[in-house]
């Protein structure tokens, strides 16, 4: 399965399970991806800024990833490393609950959902797990997220797919364009460019 090569930049709005923005500019580099963005919302009656860095492999496997936020307690910064061996460095400190994840996913971001979908290349009908290292908004928690991903039928130009996730008893079909980012994401947020 191809994708159309990425835009330089895209951004989506947070809605529903929060109020916000996030823009990220995309770069392919020689030896892979970067992606450096922010988001910023209010949640719950708290207000977050989340900036993010992320370094990917030619093959969309995460390599590096460094996040900073701000809310009302303060700043918060982690640095994530994986090796060849897919074991995990948090804040230079061996994660072993992270071992055997490939991506990251922040619950800041729409962005993040891309990265399995590129690295999986499921043709449709196909599903795969696809656990992630979860990092969550408000103070940088590190976690292991436990994911399935089911390539569905598409209608038009872009790809659907079937998303769930039992630590948050979700379930949600997840609408991607042709370079393979999220347009639609119910509850959470829909590309605004």
């Given at each position: 399965?191809?994708?159309?090569?990425?835009?330089?930049?895209?951004?989506?709005?947070?809605?529903?399970?929060?109020?916000?923005?996030?823009?990220?500019?995309?770069?392919?580099?020689?030896?892979?991806?970067?992606?450096?963005?922010?988001?910023?919302?209010?949640e719950s009656g708290?207000?977050?800024?989340?900036?993010?860095?992320?370094?990917?492999?030619?093959?969309?496997?995460?390599?590096?990833?460094?996040?900073?936020?701000?809310?009302?307690?303060?700043?918060?910064?982690?640095?994530?490393?994986?090796?060849?061996e897919s074991r995990?460095?948090?804040?230079?400190?061996?994660?072993?609950?992270?071992?055997?994840?490939?991506?990251?996913?922040?619950?800041?971001?729409?962005?993040?959902?891309?990265?399995?979908?590129?690295?999986?290349?499921?043709?449709?009908?196909?599903?795969?797990?696809?656990?992630?290292?979860?990092?969550?908004?408000?103070?940088?928690?590190?976690?292991?997220?436990?994911?399935?991903?089911?390539?569905?039928?598409?209608?038009?130009?872009?790809?659907?797919?079937?998303?769930?996730?039992?630590?948050?008893?979700?379930?949600?079909?997840?609408?991607?364009?042709?370079?393979?980012?999220?347009?639609?994401?119910?509850?959470?947020?829909?590309?605004?460019?």
């Open positions: 399965m191809a994708f159309a090569n990425l835009p330089p930049f895209a951004a989506w709005r947070h809605i529903e399970a929060r109020d916000g923005f996030e823009v990220v500019f995309l770069r392919v580099e020689e030896d892979g991806f970067r992606f450096e963005g922010r988001t910023v919302a209010t708290q207000a977050w800024s989340v900036d993010y860095e992320i370094e990917l492999s030619p093959e969309w496997l995460t390599r590096r990833a460094r996040i900073s936020s701000r809310t009302v307690s303060g700043r918060h910064d982690v640095l994530l490393e994986r090796d060849g995990w460095l948090v804040d230079g400190v061996p994660a072993a609950r992270l071992n055997g994840c490939l991506d990251v996913d922040l619950e800041s971001s729409a962005l993040t959902n891309a990265f399995p979908i590129h690295r999986l290349r499921l043709g449709v009908g196909d599903e795969a797990d696809a656990p992630a290292v979860y990092i969550r908004a408000l103070d940088l928690r590190v976690e292991r997220l436990e994911q399935h991903y089911q390539r569905m039928e598409s209608a038009g130009p872009g790809h659907r797919y079937a998303y769930s996730c039992a630590a948050f008893d979700f379930a949600a079909e997840l609408v991607y364009d042709e370079s393979g980012l999220v347009t639609e994401y119910p509850g959470l947020a829909v590309r605004a460019s």
